[in-house]
């Protein structure tokens, strides 16, 4: 007997789940594309972006998803031959790098592993060594998707400062943004590459790139960008038609007008960092109880190194790879696969799963998750720690009791 029938559940990191009222501003007749509601709403858009990532500098919006955010980010900011220097923590810094060797431009990698965030130290260490000032920027993963390990901003611009190095500073935020506190100005951040379908809860199809006055500077000279990836008539012209290099995604644009409302003006960005914080603590609650017996682990140790949106975890013996498939076919949720931690043809491959939390996601979605997972723990016979229910509920009643 399967229980799957009523609402289904993806808690897989992106596409993460797209509320009705999101879905439903989407569903409308195309609007007129030269005069009248839509150009109107963008200037408000194009605001209201800018809250997103705090910052009063420059954002453009692209037709595509992170891939294409990361290629504009690329094009924009470097010449052929130029040097990055890439922090690494999981999968997705390779995945950055690998478009960026493709494009001509020679990445040094600094790789921190499958289970720590970059050590701020080290990318002083290599800006050091680099006398005559030949990197032009600093690229790194706020949260990787796939270790799920979350690095200091803060403290890497700290680290590129101390040096005297001129270094730009990009950062992929696309599973942190709008779920895990974030300050591209504060934190002196010159390029955040994000994209629709994580924290901004609408269907992929859109990638960002806000960016400071220096990397506007930096990309004046550039030689790698091409008309369509240039990033300054999308973040610094005036016609409407200039802001998407051509038709507006105009569906898009009315879902990002309901989603931006909903986390800036109803929520509040302080609040919807705080859920993410806290509905986090409720699922690493779970696997702390669950981790006492048996052979379960969560990725990251350190908590201040886990990223609040996404957690990869560990069950042994291939216990990840049934219990996603028993959420799936018996309980109508589906998590996320193991990415990186294994090739898919090596046993070991099943032993990973992570569990998202992003987006439009509250407690009892969060807890009906775990509720879920506690089960097919127990109707597969794999062995767990008792208590993890309980310890979830917890950590949301905390939350909650807690001051803004
Ligand atoms: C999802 C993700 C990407 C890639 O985005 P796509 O839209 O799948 O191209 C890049 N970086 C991070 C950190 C992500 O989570």
């Known amino acids: 007997m399967a229980y799957v029938s009523g ?8 596409p993460s789940v797209a509320p009705d009222r999101v ?5 409308r007749a195309a609007p007129n594309i030269y005069e009248g509601e839509i150009v109107e709403m963008t200037h408000g858009i194009i605001a209201d972006l800018k809250r997103v990532a705090v910052t009063t500098q420059h954002v453009a919006i692209y037709i595509a998803n992170g891939h294409g955010a990361w290629e504009a980010a690329n094009a924009n900011m470097f010449s052929r031959g130029d040097r990055a220097l890439l922090a690494a923590t999981g999968r997705f810094g390779h995945g950055w790098s690998e478009h960026a ?24 260490e290599a800006l050091q060594a680099d006398t005559n000032h030949t990197i032009r920027a600093v690229l790194m993963t706020h949260v990787d998707t796939a270790s799920t390990a979350r690095s200091d901003i803060a403290a890497v611009r700290a680290a590129i400062d101390s040096t005297g190095h001129p270094a730009l500073l990009a950062v992929d935020a696309v599973a942190s943004l709008a779920c895990d506190e974030l300050h ?5 951040i010159d390029v955040v590459v994000g994209a629709s379908q994580k924290g901004l809860m609408l269907p992929p199809g859109l990638g960002f790139l806000w960016f400071s006055d220096k990397a506007l500077e930096v990309s004046r000279t550039a030689d790698l960008v091409s008309p369509y990836w240039d990033w300054k008539p999308r973040g610094t012209g005036t016609e409407f038609w200039q802001f998407f290099g051509g038709t507006a995604p105009t569906h898009h644009l009315y879902g990002l007008r309901e989603s931006l409302t909903m986390l800036l003006d109803e929520e509040g960005l302080p609040n919807v960092w705080r859920r993410h914080e806290t509905l986090a603590s409720a699922v690493w609650a779970a696997f702390d109880a669950w981790s006492t017996t048996g052979n379960i682990a969560l990725n990251m140790t350190d908590p201040a190194a886990r990223g609040r949106s996404v957690t990869a975890a560990r069950i042994a013996n291939g216990g990840a790879g049934s219990l996603r498939k028993w959420l799936e076919t018996e309980a109508g949720v589906t998590l996320g696969i193991g990415l990186g931690m294994a090739l898919p043809t090596d046993p070991a491959y099943a032993d990973f799963l992570r569990v998202a939390h992003m987006g439009h996601v509250n407690a009892h979605m969060t807890l009906g998750v775990l509720a879920t997972m506690e089960a097919g723990l127990q109707a597969l016979d794999i062995p767990h720690g008792s208590g993890a229910l309980e310890a979830a509920a917890w950590a949301i009643a905390r939350g909650a009791a807690s001051k803004p």
Do not use: C, Q
């Open 7 to 14: 609402r289904t559940y993806l808690a897989i990191p992106g």
């Open 23 to 27: 879905l439903s501003a989407m569903h």
């Open 101 to 124: 060797r493709r494009m001509g431009i020679d990445v040094e990698m600094i790789d921190f592993g499958k289970n720590a965030p970059v050590d701020p130290a080290r990318v002083a």
């Open 184 to 188: 591209m100005d504060e934190w002196g």
